[in-house]
């Protein structure tokens, strides 16, 4: 009777015990997702792992997809850790892919760059997303015109570039060039399309540069609405590109090589946080960014 007595005593305890009130913090306390699933950043590398493996410090955070290859070394970022392009110029990091952010209809590419005018007077690619849909084989790209002097070429206070999105060109040339982005120092630089106007935009260190033209795509003479960067099949894709052009990466079939002229070179450059969203972000939204860095 005592033992049956002792094990009613602790079968109440144990029941007054799961009736108190525990203490938890209120909801807003908790830590919030920056990007919940389904949200609006696809990729994002910020090169600052810290191990020994160049894939793993490169990773695509958003995924989990690492970089199949990585020729490249680190250096101080403009948050914690970046990475510096090859001077052979013959050298970049490949993705398998940006993850679902080929589905796009309207984005944005946000990254921070540091770089000076080429010293041997060749462009330079930024990134490139392979594809055998276009002539270029790329459904995307950012070439840097040569350094040199005015006018038409880029200079430490006015880089000239050119963004192809598939078959269409917006040229940042002239009285466009994007100011200060090669002076040797940190700049932010986004561009964004809107498939409601079909007009990119282009920012520099959270200021949008003011475009002297129409600011529509250029290329066909038409809007191009939802860009979606795959034409017949999204196996036309192939691989990401960052630091350069299909041909400065391994393992590349022919279809997707492209041009091999050898005056497409590799960037030279820093590159840091490296961003793509499918939506065009807003002036605030970009702001926000370079200001915390990201």
């Given at each position: ?14 029941a ?60 101080n970022?403009i ?7 090859a ?43 392979p ?23 880029s ?46 935009r ?13 600011g ?36 590349m ?13 590799s960037?030279?450059g ?6 793509l ?10 702001t ?7």
């Open positions: 009777m005592r033992n049956r007595n002792k094990l009613t005593i602790f079968i109440l305890a144990l007054f015990a799961g009736c108190q009130k525990i203490d938890r913090p209120a909801l807003g306390e908790y830590l919030k997702d920056a990007n919940p699933p389904g949200g609006p950043l696809k990729f994002y590398v910020a090169f600052d792992g810290t191990t020994s493996d160049p894939l793993r410090n490169s990773v695509d955070s958003v995924r989990a997809n690492f970089a199949s290859s990585n020729p490249l070394t680190f250096i970022g948050s914690g850790r970046a990475i510096q392009g001077a052979t110029k013959d050298k970049a990091v490949k993705y398998a892919g940006p993850n679902d952010w080929a589905d796009a209809t309207s984005f944005t590419i946000s990254y921070w760059m540091k770089n000076v005018p080429a010293t041997d007077g060749e462009p330079e690619f930024h990134f490139s997303l594809s055998k849909d276009y002539w270029h084989s790329s459904a995307l790209f950012l070439l840097v015109e040569k350094g040199g002097p005015d006018p038409g070429n200079t430490p206070t006015k880089m000239a570039c050119k963004l192809a999105i598939k078959d269409n060109w917006v040229e940042f040339l002239g009285d466009n060039r994007l100011p200060n982005c090669l002076d040797g120092n940190w700049h932010h630089l986004v561009f964004t399309y809107d498939q409601t106007d079909s007009k990119v282009a920012y520099v260190d959270g200021v949008a540069v003011p475009y002297t033209g129409n529509n795509i250029v290329g066909g003479g038409s809007p191009m609405g939802p860009v979606k960067f795959w034409n017949s099949s999204r196996d036309n894709l192939n691989a990401f590109v960052i630091g350069g052009w299909n041909k400065h990466v391994g393992g079939a022919d279809a997707f090589k492209g041009p091999q002229d050898p005056w497409i070179h960037y030279s820093g590159m840091d946080q490296f961003r969203y499918n939506k065009a972000l807003t002036a605030s939204e970009v926000a960014l370079y200001n915390s860095k990201r």
